[in-house]
């Protein structure tokens, strides 16, 4: 069965960068999108990024677009989210999620980014 | 990228039906056929229940459904369970490999 699992996580300073991964397998990574959606302590998903499975289109929240990056290593089947010039509002629970049609699941357990000084 | 609007909470008793809401603009829920709905269960991942506005992938009690209309989607839950007590979320596709998320509604079941 697919399974996503997040690592990465941690505590970091405000202005700080972080390097997200996430493992996929049970499915043929290469082929599908995939997405980060977080959750911040106590608040609800926000959509985050997504890039195509074939890494031709990627888009971002605006929340976030010019400091953070996605990107995949399909040889690795290990998908990735650059955080540059984090900020408190970061601080959030990142999930991983395959992209199917257009929706999204499943999702990993994720990884959890605090950014505090 | 607005949030979608859900309420924030509904309740029902056991075995009655509940309706969320979930109202967007033209511009997401209005304009496209990738409606999702999710279920989260305190420190759990969300599940998906419903996609394309009206589908149940397998393994969803059909006491699950979706509809919408115009630029508000609905999830409706019949013969509320104990277990369906949990907080949901509805998910649109926004154009342009965007997605938004609706704020969340924490469905008590009484």
């Known amino acids: 069965q697919v399974q996503l699992v997040e690592s990465g996580g941690g505590v970091v300073q405000p202005g700080g960068s972080l390097r997200l991964s996430c493992a996929a397998s049970?499915?043929?990574?290469?082929?599908?999108?995939m997405h980060w959606v977080r959750q911040a302590p106590g608040k609800g998903l926000e959509w985050v990024t997504f890039?195509?499975?074939?890494?031709?289109?990627?888009n971002y929240a605006d929340s976030v677009k010019g400091r953070f990056t996605i990107s995949r290593d399909d040889s690795k089947n290990t998908l990735y989210l650059q955080m540059n010039s984090l900020r408190a509002e970061d601080t959030a629970l990142y999930y991983c999620?395959?992209?199917?049609?257009?929706?999204?699941?499943?999702w990993g357990q994720g990884t959890l980014v605090t950014v505090s000084s | 990228q607005s949030a979608l609007t859900q309420p924030r909470s509904v309740s029902g008793s056991p075995g009655q039906s509940v309706t969320i809401s979930c109202t967007g603009t033209?511009?997401?829920?209005?304009?496209?056929?990738?409606v999702s709905w999710y279920h989260q269960h305190p420190g759990k991942a969300p599940k998906l229940m419903i996609y394309?506005?009206?589908k149940r992938p397998s393994g969803v009690p059909d006491r699950f459904s979706g509809s919408k209309s115009g630029n508000t989607a609905s999830l409706s839950i019949a013969g509320l369970q104990a277990e369906d007590e949990a907080d949901y979320y509805c998910?649109?596709?926004?154009?342009?490999?965007?997605?938004?998320f609706g704020g969340g509604t924490k469905l008590t079941v009484l």
């Open positions: 999620a395959k992209s199917v049609g257009l929706n999204i699941d499943p």
């Open positions: 049970g499915f043929t990574f290469s082929s599908y999108g």
């Open positions: 998910c649109s596709y926004a154009g342009s490999y965007t997605w938004v």
């Open positions: 033209s511009s997401d829920v209005g304009g496209y056929n990738y």
């Open positions: 890039i195509r499975y074939d890494g031709s289109n990627r």
């Open positions: 394309d506005v009206n």
